[in-house]
């Protein structure tokens, strides 16, 4: 892994959360994006080389809509840049963690992604990111 990528929060509400996090970062978000396959919102703000995504569910069935549910607004995932994800999912499989995307698929800001279950990980969900080129 070559860094962390982004820092995932679910939110209730995109418009409110992004003129919250406008206010706090100085900058508006540089993106706003849906990814109907996981119903989610986002939009991405930078800090520095960071980048912050936020997530709003856009049906109540989707994964952010029930991380709400159960744990309310917060860090959802961490999530990693990759070079290679494919190959990154299989070296963490023979270490013995859950991988929940054995194949990656399309996510926010050009990536391919997948993700660890978090009771392979300490509790909290991540993310691997390769960017599509």
């Excluded at 959360?17 to 396959?37: D, P, R, T």
């Excluded at 995504?53 to 069935?61: F, G, I, V």
């Excluded at 990656?104 to 992604?113: F, M, S």
Aim: proline letters at 4%; hydrophobic letters at 40%.
């Amino acid at each position: 892994m070559k860094k962390i990528e982004h820092i995932g929060i679910a939110v209730k509400n995109l418009e409110e959360s992004n003129k919250l996090f406008a206010s706090l970062f100085g900058e508006e978000h540089y993106k706003i994006e849906e990814v109907a396959s996981e119903g989610v919102k986002t939009s991405f703000f930078k800090s520095g080389p960071n980048k912050i995504e936020l997530l709003e569910a856009t049906n109540p069935e989707s994964p952010i809509a029930k991380f709400i549910a159960k744990k309310g607004e917060g860090i959802h995932h961490i999530a990693f840049a990759v070079d290679n994800i494919k190959s990154e999912i299989q070296r963490l499989q023979k270490e013995g963690f859950v991988v929940l995307n054995e194949t990656p698929k399309k996510g926010a800001d050009n990536k391919l992604i997948a993700f660890l279950h978090p009771k392979s990980t300490n509790g909290v969900l991540i993310e691997l990111c390769q960017e599509i080129e």
